[in-house]
């Protein structure tokens, strides 16, 4: 069975600064990876998504995520935090040809001046 | 671009009432979900629907039903409100290529 597990249930950084998200997953195949952002009263946005190619893959804002086979992980980085980005930051997998996605309990982000 | 658009945006019901939360989506995809968010936990899938009139349970169906008649159209009926079920719910739709989901803003359930 599949499952997502972020570690960090709280992450505060200062303004500048550089940020790592963890997401370790457990499943059978290579899934479909992907990092979602949720800002206060809205729904879950797309930053980015990984399933095949190179490891590292772009996102939006300057989010990029590195997807590691041998550690079962997809952490998300950004070199330089911005106030802006404070939000609950969900990592999900999916396997291919499976209509259903798991997430993981998020981790909320503070970013402070 | 396409939306998706969840009706209301706040439901106020007493508990033992049957409640409808409604979602549309004009990206004309064929899989659509209900999920509910708690507080500080993450998404768990109540149900879905592959394509028009299709209906799968996901691990929270219990107390809820759901409708698909049309593709664009996707509701969530809570059978009999409970307090403890206050929570968010976010209806998505999945794209073609790449499996990405597409959220609504979410429909906040209040039980009095």
């Known amino acids: 069975a599949q499952s997502v597990t972020q570690p960090d249930a709280r992450v505060t950084v200062s303004e500048g600064a550089s940020l790592q998200l963890r997401c370790k997953y457990s499943s059978s195949v290579t899934p479909y990876l992907f990092w979602y952002v949720q800002y206060p009263r809205q729904g879950l946005q797309l930053l980015l998504k990984y399933y095949s190619g190179d490891p590292v893959v772009q996102g939006v804002n300057g989010f990029e995520a590195e997807f590691s086979k041998s550690n079962s992980s997809f952490h998300l980085r950004k070199a330089s935090v911005h106030w802006s980005d404070s939000a609950v930051y969900f990592c999900a997998v999916s396997d291919t040809g499976n209509y259903k996605y798991v997430f993981g309990a998020g981790t909320r982000l503070k970013v402070i001046a | 671009g396409g939306i998706i658009t969840q009706t209301p945006k706040f439901l106020i019901g007493q508990e033992g009432q049957k409640l409808t939360l409604k979602c549309q989506q004009n990206f004309n995809h064929d899989t659509m979900y209900w999920y509910r968010q708690d507080s500080g936990k993450g998404l768990r899938l109540i149900y879905y629907?592959?394509?028009?009139?299709?209906?799968q349970k996901g691990d929270l169906s219990e107390g809820y039903d759901a409708s698909r008649e049309k593709k664009s159209s996707f509701s969530l009926t809570v059978t009999s409100a409970q307090k403890n079920e206050m929570a968010v719910f976010l209806c998505?739709?999945?794209?073609?290529?790449?499996?990405?989901?597409?959220f609504g803003e979410g429909s906040r359930l209040i039980v009095v």
């Open positions: 998505a739709s999945r794209g073609v290529s790449g499996n990405t989901l597409y």
């Open positions: 629907s592959i394509t028009e009139n299709d209906l």
